[in-house]
Nanobody, 122 residues
């Protein structure tokens, strides 16, 4: 499975962005898919995950109520709608498939694609 994140950009605080994670094939639908973000010199931080079955979602406390993760199984994509963006949301955002274990742990994920930069100015 190959993943490609897109949709990042430079926006002002309070604006919205929609990130997309596109996959190369149907096996993508077998996995829960998570979004993580990382700032230079920092650890990869859990943002949100959506499960492979009924699509249960979980969010980091820092984005709860502002971000929404969703998936389109027919098009092998997972999206992250980001509203009310804050400067502290600035990071490179990555998507990946969950292989098992704890959802918030990036070591439990694979098939990482290249990230997409999100920059929020104050």
């Amino acid at each position: 499975v190959q993943l490609q994140a897109s949709g990042g950009g430079l926006v002002q605080a309070g604006a919205s962005l929609r990130l997309s994670c596109a996959a190369s094939g149907r096996r993508f639908n077998w996995y829960a898919v998570g979004w993580f973000r990382q700032v230079p010199g920092g650890e990869r931080e859990f943002v949100a995950v959506i499960t492979e079955g009924v699509g249960t979602t979980y969010y980091a406390d820092s984005v709860k109520g502002r971000f929404t993760i969703s998936r389109d199984k027919g098009n092998y994509t997972v999206s992250l709608q980001m509203n009310s963006l804050k400067p502290e949301d600035t990071a490179v955002y990555f998507c990946a498939c969950h292989f098992g274990g704890r959802y918030f742990n990036p070591r439990e994920y694979g098939y990482w694609g290249p990230g997409t930069q999100v920059t929020v100015s104050s």
